[in-house]
């Protein structure tokens, strides 16, 4: 059983930092279409895209501004009054505008990119929060590269924020570097020792260079954070942010463990995800958790056997939750004498107990020979075994 406290926020940054993926670049119309799947999807949360950037980047955050109903619409601003601004303009039309302003914390950041002693960063967080504040009542902050920041300065940054008015407030894994228990207990620490932590909500944005990045967002929703930033298919910057279906799946089908819940309808998730590829053009591999053509496909005879018998041997979540129409039973050299009999009577066969023995035969030889045995390959086989035995 869970309650309110146990609703995880879904913002959904594939339009921003799923777009800096090298190639991915989408054009207005797209954008626009991936916005009107995620809202069907049920996220919380859009982040459009990042409206200084380019007059490309403010007409589209402008646009799905103006087309969301009831979902969010978010732009990213640095820590400048000039980009506050652009981001304010480009969100005035939403029903739920969120400026999403960040600065870097780390000493590597601090240091080498924005050239910044401390105490610098400390009141461009005060100026830029309170600016933001100004003009949107929801405002995000975030500490880029948050999880490689010294914990007494991250303390007083985030405590800065809160008091200048921010209502979330992000804790980046930029660089992908956490693990998912030192990134637990450290929003655990955040909560517990800055001042005012229950004015603001806490949020998640993980990369995924050591492959972590799920993991580590449900471990910080685990540490008290409420709110997941990630992207469909999981792409990003380098090796990606974290995927939205492989969270939000977690949850449902582990809901023993993990007692949160999302407003997301997992039923879309498929269509959804086929849409961020193709227009992305970002290919989704094969073995990928939830979305890849894979994640429901069989191909090990003792599989397929028990997937005849009871689908629960080998699927811990139906495909039809995942928008699926059923899974898929592949017909290859590891396939059995149970799984051929049920394809051929998909395709229409009958046979008596000898024709069928030689067409499973001349199945495995050509399975042998050959990846993958279409319908078609089954087909000729059945019709060739047939002929041999009328002659
Ligand atoms: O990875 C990151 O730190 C970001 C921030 C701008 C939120 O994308
Ligand atoms: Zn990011």
Redesign the pocket.
Known sequence: MTTDKNRVIIFDTTLR?GEQSPGASMTLTEKIRVAEALEALGVDVIEAGFAIASNGDFESVNEVAKLMKKTSVCS?ARASHKDIDRAWEALKPAVKPRIHT?ISTSPLHMKFKLQMEPEEVLEAIADSVAYARNLCDDVEW?C??GTRTEEDFLYKSIETAIKAGATTI?V?D?VGYTTPQEYKEMIEKIIANVPDSDKAIFST?C?NDLGLAVANSIAAVQGGARQIECTINGIG?RAGNAALEEIVMAFRTRHDMLPYDTGVVTENITKTSRLVSSVTGLAVQNNKAIVGANAFAHESGIHQDGMLKNAETYEIMTPESVGLKESSLVMGKHSGRHAFREKLKDLGYELGDNEFMSAFQAFKDLADRKKTVYDEDIISIVDENMQDNDH
């Open positions: 930092d990213l960040f975030s880029e590269d992000n980046p930029t944005h990369h910057e």
